[in-house]
């Protein structure tokens, strides 16, 4: 089991920013091959990929309705990823999951929930107008 612990998610205007942590416990991002990735779901829709990064180099990318806005990154230190969630919107309003895997995935999947084995409990983001 490698547990993971999103947090982060608060109530906030449009336009603002938030930040979202995900600690993990159990493996080291120092050391081998992984992917890790934000999702979210909002209600009555499907659970999307928001971004995903991976060990080595040239390794993230965003969904399309992030790119611009959001950057995710890492600090291998601390076993933690992070989401900056600049300019927010009321559709970024969801909760939003933190996931992992020991592969470095495809770009091509690694915004696939199927992807991954290892997932967080969720935090909630709300974005008001």
């Known amino acids: 089991q490698v547990p993971l612990q999103a947090s982060g998610g608060g109530l906030v205007q449009a336009r603002r920013s938030l930040r979202l942590s995900c600690a993990a416990s159990?493996?080291?991002?120092?050391?081998?091959?992984?992917?890790v990735a934000w999702f979210r779901q909002a209600p009555g829709k499907e659970r999307e990929g928001v971004s995903c990064?991976?060990?080595?180099?040239?390794?993230?990318t965003y969904a399309d309705s992030v790119k611009g806005r959001f950057t995710i990154s890492r600090d291998n230190a601390k076993n933690t990823m992070y989401l900056q969630m600049n300019s927010l919107k009321p559709e970024d309003t969801a909760v939003y999951y933190c996931a992992a895997r020991f592969t470095r995935l495809l770009l091509s999947v690694c915004l696939d929930p199927s992807s991954y084995v290892y997932w967080g409990q969720g935090t909630l983001v709300t974005v008001s107008s």
């Open positions: 159990g493996f080291a991002f120092a050391s081998g091959s992984y992917s």
């Open positions: 990064i991976r060990s080595g180099s040239s390794g993230s």
